[in-house]
């Protein structure tokens, strides 16, 4: 018998309500037989105190309470087999670190589908080793003094990673605008160490060197995800203004701004799908991104293509690449302007707008 724990992840400021509707989806999908059954954890532990600002403490420290949840659930259950990871928004960068954390602890197996290709720096890596097996920052326990440890039975099989709208290259491209130093400096003292994480402006990341989310592309981090059968973006193409269209897909450039007859392009593709009248097409729908955008991002790295404001920002540049050396099957989403970002999820459960994207979601899952 398979039996697949799902890991779901909220954001910043989230709450444990907020994923409700995506484990529904999930539990409505696949727990109709009478062999395979998928259970639904939610994190709990980055949802509490007031205004969610548990979430404000750092990617490290919400990362690591997230693993011990995972440990927890696997003690109370230890007939579990495969898992998946779902994180939304914030919650995305908290299960990057996660996968990372549980290939440490061996919940997760070794050796992936993928070769070992754009792990670059990993000389590196390997001489920090000792720094960072000491810790990733002064204020979080290491991953190695856990003593928990997934030894008695085989490792989980890891079947699917996924972002909802992430910042999966930080927030830096923000910078772009005048009021970048006001929102780095709110994200700093507002949001602390997340804020700044997210800004790159930490040094949190290995041996205290360089910011937590460069760390995040490569070493155990970029392992764990190339263990997973299938890695998925989804990303707003407009309207959401926590989280951009080029960090949610990772990419250096939106391709619907540079080429607006794409957005065009979409709307007829949605038409086609759902048997309408182009003008009929509604919002919210989801299209894979290669289907409208084609081969245009093949060499988005380009000199000639890439923006003037990410040419010289060498970290940008790296974690793109890092994390474009793996396969990700890329949904761009046209969602509704003021609640671009909450209609991924259906956040608020009275507002459905957003439940042609939860089934999307359920739909791509696969389940071993």
């Known amino acids: ?53 548990r979430t404000h403490d750092g990617v490290d420290s919400g990362g690591m309470r997230a693993a011990d949840e995972v440990e927890a659930a696997l003690r109370l259950d230890a007939t579990l087999t495969h898992v998946s990871v779902v994180g939304h928004s914030l919650g995305g960068i908290y299960a990057r670190y996660l996968v990372g954390e549980l290939l440490q602890r061996g919940v997760i197996g070794s050796g992936g589908a993928e070769g070992d290709a754009g792990d670059e720096e990993d000389d590196e890596v390997k001489r920090s080793d000792g720094e960072e097996g000491a810790s ?6 290491s991953s190695t003094s856990s003593t928990s440890h997934r030894t008695k039975s085989a490792p989980l ?105 794409l957005v065009d392009a979409a709307h007829a593709a949605a038409a086609a799908d759902t048997g309408q009248d182009v003008t009929a097409v509604k919002k919210p729908f989801v299209l894979e991104q290669r289907r409208v955008v084609g081969d245009r991002m093949d060499d988005e790295a380009a000199p000639k293509k890439m923006p003037k404001t990410i040419r010289g920002d060498e970290t940008l540049q790296f974690m793109h690449k890092q994390l474009n050396s793996l396969e990700w099957r890329r ?15 259906v956040a608020f459960r009275h507002n459905r707008a957003g439940m042609p994207i939860v089934r999307h979601i359920a739909a791509q899952l696969l389940f071993q």
């Not at 724990?5 to 989806?25: C, D, N």
């Not at 037989?33 to 639904?40: C, G, K, L, P």
């Not at 990733?136 to 326990?141: A, C, I, L, W, Y």
């Not at 949904?331 to 999820?345: G, P």
């Open 331 to 345: 949904f761009d989403v046209f969602a509704r302007l003021l609640f671009a970002h909450d209609d991924v999820i």
């Open 136 to 141: 990733t920052n002064n204020n979080t326990t």
């Open 157 to 261: 099989k890891p079947v699917n990673f996924i972002t909802l709208a992430s910042p999966n290259m930080g927030s830096r491209q923000h910078r772009r605008w005048a009021g970048a130093a006001v929102a780095s400096f709110v994200a700093a003292n507002i949001i602390g160490r997340t804020g700044c994480q997210l800004f790159l402006d930490d040094h949190d990341g290995t041996g205290g060197k360089e910011p937590l989310l460069r760390s995040l592309c490569r070493g155990h981090y970029l392992e764990a995800l190339r263990l997973f059968k299938q890695r998925v973006m989804y990303a707003n193409v407009s309207g959401d203004a926590q989280v951009s269209f080029c960090t949610a897909s990772a990419r250096l450039f939106n391709p619907y701004r540079r080429w607006p007859q």
């Open 1 to 53: 018998m398979t039996k697949h724990l799902f890991v779901l992840l909220h954001g910043l400021h989230g709450r444990v309500a907020a994923m409700r509707t995506l484990e529904s989806a999930i539990l409505a999908r696949f727990n109709d037989t009478d062999n395979d059954q998928a259970v639904v954890l939610i994190v709990r532990g980055n949802e509490g105190h007031w205004f969610g600002m």
